[in-house]
Structures are given as C-alpha cells and as structure tokens.
C-alpha cells in the first residue's frame, strides 16, 4: 500500500521504489551467529510507516521528473535515512521502557536493554556506512545530523523531572531527536538530484530540508499530544509515558505555568495514580488545545518553505498534502502482528488436578512428611497444591506430552506435584525461625546433600525426608538421561547451599543490597529445580543450546522475577516476623530508607514491567522455537514447557495460598524432620 495522502497518478514509481528501498534493508551480521540477526532486522514490510524514506524520495522527485524512477543514489540515501531514524528507535524504546511497537514486542523486550542499545548503535552505524557509499558530502551530513540528534536527546534526559524546563529548552530538544532526521531525509533526496550529491545551485535543497525541519517539529508536537490523549492500543506502544518518565512536553510546560497544584505534584517519580492525576490537570487545562495550534503553524511554515520552488507545482502540493495527511494520521491504529494459532493455556482448577493433590497429600502422610492429615493440610502445604490444582488439567488436555501413555502421564504428574511440595517442606526447614544456631544450619545443609545422593535402595537413614526422597527420585529419574539425571541432582545441591547461605543471613541479621538479591533469590528460589519439572512433565529434555539461546535465558530470567517477586509481596508480613533477608520489599527498605508502602509499590512497579516484557517475549517464543536449528522438527514441544512456566506465572499473579492461613491445622514438626536426618549430635536450637 502507498503513503495515505499521495496521489500516484502524480508520483506514479513511488511505490517501486519503496519496495527498492525495503530490499536495501538487511541485517548486521554477528559473523558466525545467524541466530542474532533477528536482533537487528526489525520489520520492513508495510507494517512500517516509512516516513522518512518517502520524504527523501518525494524530495528527490521534485527536483528531477515525478514521473521517472529514482535514482539507485536517492534509494540508498532513502534506506540509509530510515536506518539512522530505526537506530534510535531502540534507544528510545530502552529509554521509554516501551515493550511494544507497531503492536510487536520491540527489541528491549525480546533482547533485553544491553542488546537493544547496541544492535541501535549498529544499526545507525549501518546507516552512516550507506551515506559513505554516495560520498564524501552525505556522510558528513549525516554524522552532523545524528550528532544534533544524540544532543537534542541530551537536552531532554537533562531536564527530566524538572518542571520548570522552559518552552526553548523543550523547542531546542524537539529540533534535535526529531526534527534533524526529517531535515535530513529531505536533504538527501535533493542532494541526489543532480545525480552526484552537489549542492544545489537554486535552493531546492535548502527549501526541502527547512520543509522537513518544520514539519519534525510538528510531527514530534503531535506525537507528544497523542501520548495524553490516546491509548496503548491506538500507538502500539505505552502513553502516559512522558508524564511518569518526568519528560515534560509543550503541554505540561503551559499546564504548570497555570496551574500550581500540578507543579507542586510534578519534579519527583510519580505512582500511576499521580501520573493518572497530572495527565488529567493537562487536559483540563487547554494546553493540549493550544500545543495544537503550535503543530499547525509548524505544518503552515513548512509549506511556505517550499513556495521557493516553481517547477512540478503538482508534486509540491503533493508533498504538501503528504505532510497534512501525515499529522492527521497519527494515532491511527497499528498493523498488529496476530498471535499463535494455537491456544494459550489458561490455568483452572479441574478433577484431575484435585485427584493428584489428595495423592500428594496421601504420600505426605505415607512418608511421614506430615504426620497426620492434618498436617498435611496446613496452609504452608496446601498452598502448594492450590496452585498444582490450576496447573495440571491443563497439561492433562496438553497433545504435546511425550512418549508415553496415560498411566506414564499420571505417573509424572503425581512425581512432579510431590516434588514441587517437597521443595516447599525444605524452604521452610531452613527457614524455621527456631533454627539460630550456624552450625546446626550447616549441618542440616550436609545431612540433606547425604540424603540426596543415597542409594535409593539402601538408604542411610528411614526418617521422613529419606523415606520420601527413596520413593520420589526413581520415579523423577525414570526415562531421563544420565546427564539430565545428574544435571537435576546438582540443582537441588546448589539450592541447599544456597538455603544455607541464606539461613546464616537471616542469623546474622544480614540484608542483601537490591544489586545483590536478584542473583542470591535466585540461588534460593529452586528455579531450576523447577525447570526440571517441567521437563518430566513434558517428558522432553531441553537441548543446552535452546536454553543457552539469550532470548530464551532471558525469558527465564523475566518469569523468575515476576513469580518471586510477587512470592515476596504475598509472603511479606511473615518474612518480616521470621526476619527473612531475600525479600525484595525488605531490601528496597533496608537500602534506601524508605516507608513500607513505598517499597511495595516499587516492587509492584517492578512487577507490573517486568510482566509486560515477559508476555511480549512470550508471543514471539513459539516463532523461535521453529527457527532454531537442531529440535528436530519438535518446537511446539519444548515451546509446550514455556506455556507450563506461563500457567505458573499466571498463577502466582493471582495469589497463592502459601501465605493464607485457611485452617486451624498445624504444619509439620520441622524439628522432627531435621532431627530424623541428624547423624551426628544436634547442634543447639532455641526453644
């Protein structure tokens, strides 16, 4: 489809030659890594607008003959325009903590910030490389106007939060991340007009790259209204943005010089609901109205710039309507990329769910893990299993499950459910705020690592968590490999070190530092452990290379912050009273001061992002999957076990019962279960 408001009777090779400007995009190559090329190839189809590109085209058009092809040059210089605008794109997604664009998860989400700013930085890199293919002159053009460009950012970044930034400062910003790319995709499309990049001797290129200045400004004045008054749906990416990043925009500067309720709210981070507030002292105020009329003249002055010009008065008013059409246009809803055909899991309870949590609890009582039904109903316990309840009658209806038939398929079911349980009776071993002793809490870390690597048939003590251990390992290990089998044995022994580690923080009264806590909570949380589950679930194994892959780590990395996180929100007030150091609500506290309830909503905060970049990776998973070399065919499969982890975050949003005291029972005897396993005297513990 050609730009909406052009007239291909009057530019009739536009549209060839933007489909020449799309074959001009490609790659940058990670020599040897083809897997990262999607990192630096975003979508160049019609889904892209391409403004740039077609104001460099028309440019050139208006000066030669509308009715001829461009030039191979004023391609070029079209694809190395929209380039050098796509490069910035991903540091302003990074900046903005955008995880979506043109309704596509944008790089920062799928690749993660680091990556993201570094494939921009190849990108424009790649931009400049094809300025420097048409010569001397549009390199340095280019590299003046990315310079103005990366200022102009400069401008605004300085001036967040500071809600006495003036309409000059804002202005000069405006000029420089917007407006110069626009100048500049005019300037080169004239600049190839006489065929070698000179300058014109007649001020067609000076005229077109005032009109594109203009018409920058007026496209970055609307854009930043649309930001107040659209939705996430209409822009493809977050509004209200500008508002809570502290970016204050030619609205917000005339709302504040009338309104001292809405200064005194703005100069600080600012909650969603104050961010809700200021956006609406804004739209009551009229300086959205009047930031209008500031883009109108703006598209007023970029149409008088081009009254220098007399030849191809038809292309002119063309170009003229292009830009009129532009402005009105924005908002306009986004091509959006349709999701999975396949059905996304949704967790429900079901029967079959409930019939694998009575087994569980029968094994609790049969091993001796509670000793008594009632204890296995304990809330610590039944938590647990509220959520096994809502995940499994989806993997019951899953037709991905391995080899194997129904009774194989319950069989690793109940295996998997005892084990998520088991790991929940280990956390609260250790940390049992009667357990104050360091040497005890060592101790018990060696007694387990023991029970761990017994012999199933011979074990060296009958206690409760041996017993439980001989019953549930040969039915988690039945039909894994030896490497899979060892790989999952490990995991358990570095979490218990790291359970360890924790129980002598939370003795010694030490809270880790918010750096910190991410890769300690992690060591604790039995993540892995977890992933080995879904494994057996799914009755596959992942390759290394899949999970070694940085979209899928990241992925990992995503879900592991949003169900622990939300772990430490739900489980808040008891970690306080049992002093438990990985908390994030406590470590926010611990390091900057701050009230309780500014902590839990930072951490909410925190939450709510990181969910969002999880569920757009989450989109774009099973695509990967089947362009992965070496999954032999199977990557709805091992996709499959990226739905159970879904399912599990799915849950977790929604609560758990872990934390919910539902019965009068009382839970297991800890000290029984540590004191069974003891080979050597006990160290002390208080009363």
Not at 71 to 89: I, M, N, S
Not at 268 to 282: D, F, P
Not at 629 to 655: E, H, M
Request: charged fraction near 25%.
């Amino acid at each position: 489809m050609p730009p909406s408001g052009i007239d291909l009777a009057v530019f009739p090779r536009l549209q060839a030659d933007l489909d020449r400007v799309r074959d001009a995009f490609g790659p940058v190559r990670v020599h040897g890594r083809p897997e990262l090329d999607p990192l630096t190839h975003e979508d160049t189809g019609a889904s892209r607008g391409l403004v740039r590109p077609t104001l460099a085209l028309l440019s050139y058009y208006v000066l030669t003959d509308p009715s001829e092809p461009a030039d191979d040059r004023a391609v070029l210089a079209a694809a190395a325009a929209e380039l050098l605008h796509l490069g910035a794109l991903y540091h302003d997604d990074v900046m903005d903590h955008a995880y979506e664009r043109r309704g596509r998860p944008s790089a920062n989400a799928l690749w993660g910030q680091h990556l993201a700013i570094l494939a921009g930085d190849c990108v424009m890199l790649s931009g400049l490389g094809m300025l420097a293919e048409l010569g001397r002159r549009e390199v340095a053009e280019g590299v003046a106007a990315s310079e103005r460009m990366c200022a102009g950012m400069v401008r605004e970044s300085a001036d967040l939060h500071a809600a006495s930034r003036s309409e000059e400062s804002y202005l000069q910003a405006v000029g420089g991340k917007t407006a110069e790319l626009f100048a500049l995709a005019c300037r080169l499309g004239a600049m190839q007009a006489n065929g070698n990049g000179g300058r014109q001797e007649d001020g067609g290129e000076e005229a077109l790259a005032g009109f594109g200045w203009q018409l920058g400004h007026a496209y970055q004045l609307r854009d930043d209204i649309l930001d107040l008054t659209s939705t996430a749906e209409e822009l493809g990416k977050p509004v209200n943005t500008d508002l809570a990043e502290g970016v204050y925009t030619l609205p917000v500067i005339r709302a504040v010089s009338r309104d001292q309720g809405l200064a005194r709210l703005l100069g600080k981070q600012l909650t969603q609901e104050e961010a809700a507030r200021a956006r609406a002292l804004v739209l009551a105020s009229g300086a959205v109205e009047e930031t209008q009329a500031v883009a109108d003249a703006y598209v007023v002055g970029a149409a008088d710039r081009l009254s220098a010009l007399t030849d191809h008065p038809r292309a002119l008013d063309e170009l003229r309507s292009y830009a009129r059409t532009l402005l009105r246009g924005r908002g306009a809803r986004p091509a959006v990329v349709p999701r999975q055909a396949r059905q996304e899991p949704q967790a429900r309870a079901g029967a079959h769910g409930e019939q694998v949590t009575r087994w569980v609890k029968n094994w609790l009582v049969e091993t001796g893990l509670a000793a008594t039904p009632a204890e296995a109903d304990h809330h610590r316990l039944s938590g647990a299993m509220w959520m096994i309840e809502r995940i499994l009658p989806q993997v019951a209806g899953a037709p991905a499950d391995g080899e194997g038939g129904d009774d194989d398929s319950s069989e690793r079911k109940q295996a998997t459910a005892a084990m998520g349980t088991l790991i929940c009776v280990w956390d609260d071993i250790f940390e049992d705020p009667r357990l104050t002793h360091p040497r005890a809490v060592t101790e018990l870390r060696e007694n387990l690592v023991a029970t761990l690597r017994q012999d199933p048939a011979a074990p060296w003590t009958h206690g409760a968590i041996p017993t439980a251990w001989a019953r549930l390992w040969p039915r988690l290990r039945a039909g894994r490999t030896a490497r899979w089998q060892e790989a999952f044995l490990d995991s358990i022994e570095q979490t218990f070190h790291a359970c360890e580690r924790e129980a002598h923080h939370r003795i010694s009264g030490y809270v880790p530092s918010t750096g910190d806590y991410l890769p300690l909570r992690r060591s604790t949380s039995g993540f892995e452990i977890g992933m080995g589950c879904s494994e057996v679930l799914q009755n596959r194994e992942i390759p290394p290379t899949l999970r070694g892959h940085r979209m899928v780590r990241r992925l990992e990395e995503l879900a592991f912050f949003v169900i622990f996180a939300e772990n430490d929100l739900a489980g808040l007030d008891q970690d306080e009273a049992d002093g438990i150091p990985y908390n994030l609500v406590r470590v926010i506290r611990h390091e900057t001061g701050c009230s309780r309830a500014e902590a839990v909503e930072r951490v909410e905060r925190q939450v709510a992002e990181k969910r969002a970049q999880y569920n757009a990776i989450l989109t774009y998973v099973p695509v990967l999957f089947r362009t992965l070399p070496g999954l032999s065919g199977d990557s709805d499969g091992y996709a499959a076990i990226y739905d159970r982890l879904k399912l599990f975050v799915d849950v977790r949003q929604r609560g758990s019962e872990r934390y919910r005291p539902n019965t009068l029972a009382v839970g297991p005897d800890l000290e029984r279960l540590r004191r069974e396993i003891s080979r050597r005297p006990a160290a002390p513990v208080s009363s």
